[in-house]
């Protein structure tokens, strides 16, 4: 539902959105996600390892017999999308290197929906950024592991400086393999470059 809200705030002036607390819950930047949305448009070229490409980035999954929201399948010149934050899928037909056909339809049934002659694809997830401020943020939080890890060391913490450590370098390593961590959401400071005590960014913004 957040995420939906987010889709109709970037698109319609006509909004009207009754939230819970979780309005100020932290959220990704609002910039990074919608700088990493897919603009999809008829006539339009584009290769059809690129849509793969970018769908990987903005954090899809590649599922050819399962689809659910967040999945995208691929039959050779058609991919097909279930995004995260609607209750119809879109079906991109490419004719060669060109975008022939923008369609929504029924998950279920396949029965279409629509026609469309622009459309864009948005992230999976809020927690989205691109792999230059990914490796910065990785940066600056080795070097916060490692005064948190001389803190605890110094109060003879050892086990638990140890197990901070390995725990924040498996994430990194994720972060770095395939862009994201599961609760990617606790380093939303340094991935969104805030200073410390910033307030992270919510639906608010």
């Known amino acids: ?92 037909e490419l004719f060669g290197d060109e975008v022939d056909a923008l369609t929504t339809f029924d998950p279920l049934t396949g029965k279409t929906v629509r026609k469309h002659d622009k459309v864009a694809v948005y992230p999976k997830t809020h927690f989205v950024t691109s792999r230059d401020r990914t490796k910065q943020a990785v940066e600056t939080i080795k070097a916060e592991l490692a005064w948190y890890r001389g803190q605890l060391e110094s109060e003879g913490k050892v086990l638990e400086a140890h197990r901070l450590h390995q725990r924040t370098m498996f994430d990194l390593e994720m972060m770095k393999e395939i862009g994201y961590c599961p609760g990617s959401e606790t380093d939303a400071r340094q991935v969104t470059g805030r200073a410390r005590g910033e307030t992270a960014p919510t639906l608010l913004d």
């Open 1 to 92: 539902v957040r995420l939906s809200a987010t889709r109709s705030l970037f698109e319609r002036r006509d909004v009207i959105i009754v939230a819970s607390v979780s309005c100020i819950y932290g959220l990704g930047s609002p910039e990074a996600y919608y700088g990493m949305m897919l603009p999809l448009e008829r006539g339009q070229r584009i290769e059809r390892d690129s849509v793969l490409r970018k769908l990987v980035e903005i954090q899809y999954e590649r599922n050819d017999h399962e689809f659910t929201r967040g999945v995208f399948r691929v039959r050779g010149d058609i991919i097909e999308v279930y995004p995260s934050y609607e209750d119809v899928a879109l079906r991109i």
